[in-house]
């Protein structure tokens, strides 16, 4: 084993996500974690408080990632267009990052004000791509829990291999979100 110098916050979440996207979340550990840096396990403590920490700590990395997936995915875009790319970038995280974007789901870190934050700028972004339909804050709200449920929804079926049609996912997810976007359309 290979001492690993500088050990820092970021590379410690760097090599977390990689080892969840490679054996899947559960198989994460501070062992395997402390294997794949170089060092000791005693020596992470330094940097998180177990692995319930090390998991929130992903949680909000996966987090800031997806806020600048979407954010760039809508930049110059808006309606249709800005749903539309938001809805391929967030299915090509899920995608790109299994195991980054299990921790999004699976981990509770909702006392974090990191995660908090990160929160309010990911319901920002939806919030936006949603304004030209005029829905009102009520529904807003409405259709942004089933927008996150039909892709979150798409991405863990496809995961799991939930999906045994020989039918292309992203014809079938552009079919799906053109029904979503025509329903909210004709209800605006």
Request: charged share 20%; glycine share 6%; hydrophobic share 45%.
């Given at each position: 084993?290979?001492?690993?110098?500088?050990?820092?916050?970021?590379?410690?979440?760097?090599?977390?996500?990689?080892?969840?996207?490679?054996?899947?979340?559960?198989?994460?550990?501070?062992?395997?974690?402390?294997?794949?840096?170089?060092?000791?396990?005693?020596?992470?403590?330094?940097?998180?408080?177990?692995?319930?920490?090390?998991?929130?700590?992903?949680?909000?990395?996966?987090?800031?990632?997806?806020?600048?997936?979407?954010?760039?995915?809508?930049?110059?875009?808006?309606?249709?267009?800005?749903?539309?790319?938001?809805?391929?970038?967030?299915?090509?995280?899920?995608?790109?990052?299994?195991?980054?974007?299990?921790?999004?789901?699976?981990?509770e870190a909702s006392d974090s004000p990191e995660t908090a934050k990160l929160g309010e700028q990911l319901l920002s972004i939806f919030i936006r791509v949603l304004e030209p339909y005029g829905l009102g804050e009520q529904n807003t709200f409405h259709t942004i829990r089933g927008l996150r449920s039909l892709l979150h929804g798409f991405a863990s079926l496809e995961q799991n291999n939930g999906f045994q049609m020989k039918l292309d996912f992203d014809e079938s997810l552009h079919f799906v979100m053109r029904a979503f976007l025509k329903g909210l359309e004709s209800g605006a």
């Open positions: 084993m290979v001492r690993r110098m500088g050990l820092d916050r970021e590379t410690l979440l760097v090599a977390a996500a990689e080892l969840a996207d490679e054996a899947g979340l559960d198989n994460l550990t501070l062992s395997a974690l402390a294997q794949k840096l170089g060092v000791r396990s005693p020596s992470l403590y330094n940097h998180v408080n177990g692995l319930p920490d090390l998991r929130s700590a992903l949680a909000a990395y996966c987090m800031q990632h997806l806020v600048d997936l979407m954010r760039d995915a809508v930049i110059g875009k808006s309606g249709e267009e800005a749903i539309l790319s938001l809805s391929k970038s967030y299915l090509a995280f899920a995608r790109q990052r299994p195991g980054l974007y299990e921790a999004f789901y699976k981990i």
